[in-house]
Protein backbone atom coordinates (compact mmCIF):
# COMPACT_ATOMS: atom_id res chain seq x y z
CA UNK A 1 0.00 0.00 0.00
CA UNK A 2 1.67 3.82 -1.10
CA UNK A 3 0.24 6.60 0.02
CA UNK A 4 1.17 10.40 -0.56
CA UNK A 5 0.39 12.95 2.13
CA UNK A 6 0.18 16.65 0.52
CA UNK A 7 0.00 19.86 2.74
CA UNK A 8 0.64 23.13 2.50
CA UNK A 9 -1.97 24.41 0.43
CA UNK A 10 -4.36 27.52 1.51
CA UNK A 11 -5.25 30.67 0.71
CA UNK A 12 -3.25 33.54 -0.25
CA UNK A 13 -2.72 36.87 -1.68
CA UNK A 14 -1.39 37.66 -5.38
CA UNK A 15 2.17 38.20 -5.05
CA UNK A 16 2.27 36.00 -1.98
CA UNK A 17 4.18 32.44 -1.50
CA UNK A 18 3.73 29.00 -0.79
CA UNK A 19 5.52 26.05 0.40
CA UNK A 20 3.68 22.19 -1.16
CA UNK A 21 5.26 19.01 0.21
CA UNK A 22 4.04 15.71 -1.00
CA UNK A 23 5.85 12.73 1.08
CA UNK A 24 5.18 9.08 0.22
CA UNK A 25 4.82 5.82 2.36
CA UNK A 26 4.85 2.70 1.28
CA UNK A 27 6.57 0.23 -0.93
CA UNK A 28 8.19 2.94 -2.86
CA UNK A 29 11.08 1.89 -4.67
CA UNK A 30 13.56 2.83 -7.71
CA UNK A 31 11.44 6.27 -8.21
CA UNK A 32 11.57 7.73 -11.76
CA UNK A 33 10.10 11.27 -11.23
CA UNK A 34 7.86 12.97 -8.98
CA UNK A 35 5.68 16.06 -9.68
CA UNK A 36 2.93 18.31 -9.27
CA UNK A 37 -0.15 18.51 -11.32
CA UNK A 38 -3.01 21.07 -11.03
CA UNK A 39 -6.35 21.12 -12.10
CA UNK A 40 -8.45 24.50 -12.00
CA UNK A 41 -12.39 24.59 -12.22
CA UNK A 42 -13.56 23.78 -15.84
CA UNK A 43 -9.76 22.97 -16.89
CA UNK A 44 -7.86 19.74 -17.23
CA UNK A 45 -5.54 18.62 -15.22
CA UNK A 46 -1.98 20.11 -16.10
CA UNK A 47 1.53 19.31 -15.21
CA UNK A 48 2.66 22.22 -13.32
CA UNK A 49 6.72 21.11 -12.62
CA UNK A 50 8.52 17.36 -12.06
CA UNK A 51 11.68 16.33 -11.23
CA UNK A 52 13.57 12.99 -11.89
CA UNK A 53 15.66 10.44 -9.63
CA UNK A 54 18.80 11.90 -11.04
CA UNK A 55 17.26 15.83 -10.26
CA UNK A 56 16.53 16.70 -13.98
CA UNK A 57 13.59 19.35 -13.73
CA UNK A 58 10.98 20.11 -15.72
CA UNK A 59 8.70 23.31 -15.90
CA UNK A 60 5.14 24.38 -17.31
CA UNK A 61 5.86 27.77 -19.09
CA UNK A 62 3.51 29.49 -17.18
CA UNK A 63 5.39 28.75 -13.96
CA UNK A 64 9.06 28.98 -14.87
CA UNK A 65 10.76 31.73 -12.89
CA UNK A 66 8.24 31.55 -10.38
CA UNK A 67 7.62 28.53 -8.87
CA UNK A 68 10.73 25.63 -8.18
CA UNK A 69 10.14 21.99 -7.16
CA UNK A 70 13.09 19.84 -5.04
CA UNK A 71 12.87 16.34 -3.46
CA UNK A 72 14.39 14.78 -0.78
CA UNK A 73 14.84 10.74 -2.19
CA UNK A 74 15.80 9.63 1.08
CA UNK A 75 12.29 11.00 2.63
CA UNK A 76 10.92 9.95 -0.33
CA UNK A 77 9.56 13.81 -0.69
CA UNK A 78 8.83 16.34 -3.14
CA UNK A 79 8.34 20.18 -2.86
CA UNK A 80 6.82 22.72 -4.62
CA UNK A 81 7.98 26.41 -3.91
CA UNK A 82 5.39 28.75 -5.47
CA UNK A 83 6.31 32.69 -5.66
CA UNK A 84 4.56 35.52 -6.96
CA UNK A 85 1.53 33.80 -6.81
CA UNK A 86 -1.47 34.76 -9.32
CA UNK A 87 -5.16 34.76 -9.31
CA UNK A 88 -4.58 31.99 -12.32
CA UNK A 89 -2.56 29.51 -10.22
CA UNK A 90 -5.51 28.78 -8.17
CA UNK A 91 -6.09 24.86 -8.60
CA UNK A 92 -6.05 22.16 -6.83
CA UNK A 93 -2.68 20.58 -7.21
CA UNK A 94 -1.65 16.94 -7.16
CA UNK A 95 1.60 14.94 -6.61
CA UNK A 96 1.96 12.00 -8.79
CA UNK A 97 5.09 9.42 -8.03
CA UNK A 98 6.14 7.56 -10.69
CA UNK A 99 8.67 4.31 -10.95
CA UNK A 100 9.52 0.83 -11.08
CA UNK A 101 10.23 -1.33 -14.36
CA UNK A 102 8.30 -3.43 -16.73
CA UNK A 103 5.42 -5.35 -15.03
CA UNK A 104 6.18 -3.36 -12.01
CA UNK A 105 5.76 0.05 -13.20
CA UNK A 106 3.95 2.27 -11.20
CA UNK A 107 2.02 5.03 -10.55
CA UNK A 108 0.58 7.28 -7.74
CA UNK A 109 -1.29 9.88 -7.23
CA UNK A 110 -2.13 12.71 -4.27
CA UNK A 111 -5.58 12.99 -3.34
CA UNK A 112 -4.76 17.08 -4.25
CA UNK A 113 -4.40 20.32 -1.97
CA UNK A 114 -6.47 23.63 -2.71
CA UNK A 115 -4.41 26.93 -3.49
CA UNK A 116 -6.63 29.66 -3.93
CA UNK A 117 -4.90 32.77 -4.68
CA UNK A 118 -7.22 35.71 -4.47
CA UNK A 119 -6.90 39.45 -3.01
Do not use: H
Request: net charge neutral; charged share 15%.
Amino acid sequence: QVQLVESGGGWVQPGGSLKLSCAASGSIFSINAMGWYRQAPGKQRELVADITGAGSTNYADSVKGRFTISSDNAKNTVYLQMNSLGPEDTAVYYCLITGGWGPLKYDYWGRGTQVTVSA
